[in-house]
């Protein structure tokens, strides 16, 4: 059975960081893309950032281009979500989403989360709450 666990979450300040992890069970990080999503209170779900293990491409959605950085350790199977610089409008529910693909699919993404297919991942973790304080 495969299982995500996003983790790390939690309580900070504006300008602060935190880094999120994704640890995948029952599914060996090859051949996929990882993307991360976040849900605001009162907001619809949106594409956060994006890894392709085929090229490493990665993709942002524009609110978060210089601030967020994703990454994998396929050793240990866990992807990350480095965020940086937090803001109050980057409260919300994170999640972490496998799509099992050799086609580097996050080169192909827009800079609009909100228009990646979220719909076309094979697994989610439950999410990890991100509240960031003004």
């Known amino acids: 059975e495969v299982q995500l666990q996003a983790s790390g979450g939690g309580l900070v300040q504006a300008g602060g960081s935190l880094r999120l992890s994704c640890a995948a069970s029952g599914f060996t990080f090859d051949d996929y893309a990882i993307g991360w999503f976040r849900q605001a209170p009162g907001k619809e779900r949106e594409g956060v950032s994006c890894l392709s293990s085929t090229d490493y491409s990665t993709a942002y959605t524009d609110s978060v281009k210089g601030r967020f950085a994703v990454s994998s350790d396929n050793a240990k199977n866990t992807a990350y979500l480095q965020m940086n610089n937090l803001k109050p409008e980057d409260t919300a529910v994170y999640f972490c989403?496998?799509?099992?693909?050799?086609?580097?699919?996050?080169?192909?993404?827009?800079?609009?989360?909100?228009?990646?297919?979220?719909?076309?991942?094979?697994?989610w973790g439950r999410g990890t709450l991100v509240t960031v304080s003004s």
């Open positions: 989403a496998v799509k099992r693909t050799n086609v580097p699919v996050c080169s192909y993404y827009t800079t609009s989360g909100a228009d990646w297919p979220a719909y076309e991942y094979d697994f």
